[in-house]
């Protein structure tokens, strides 16, 4: 299945015994495999760019300050499709802790109405 954009996931990104981090995840575009788009944490947007393999659902992308990779499993019902990302991340050396590891997950839900 294609991944689906423009589309909003909300992101939660965990990381040891640290805070966890909630903020945007914004697909802008897929095209040719290639991802644009944007993260917003606390305010402040972030590039990303990466790369969709659909054939196994596997998504990466890094930021200025990480690298994500993940896969997308998703549900229907008779009114949503749900989307998932799941993964892990590590961190860059433009952080305060880099190399750090961590997980973390998209969710998004797209409306199909009545069926």
Do not use: C
């Not at 640290?18 to 606390?42: C, D, H």
């Not at 790369?51 to 896969?71: H, I």
């Not at 590590?90 to 839900?109: E, M, Q, R």
Request: glycine content about 10%; hydrophobic content about 35%.
């Amino acid at each position: 299945m294609p991944l689906p954009f423009p589309t909003s996931w909300d992101i939660v990104v965990r990381h040891g015994d640290m805070p966890t981090n909630e903020g945007t995840l914004i697909i802008q575009s897929v095209a040719n495999g290639q991802v644009k788009g944007t993260l917003n944490f606390r305010g402040t947007t972030y590039p990303i760019s990466g790369t969709w393999y659909e054939q196994s659902n596997y998504l990466s992308f890094q930021s200025s300050f990480a690298m994500f990779d993940g896969t997308l499993s998703i549900y229907k019902d008779p009114l949503f499709i749900h989307y998932t990302l799941r993964g892990n991340y590590v961190s860059t050396l433009s952080t305060y802790f880099p190399g750090n590891v961590g997980t973390w997950s998209a969710t998004n839900a797209i409306y199909m109405g009545i069926r």
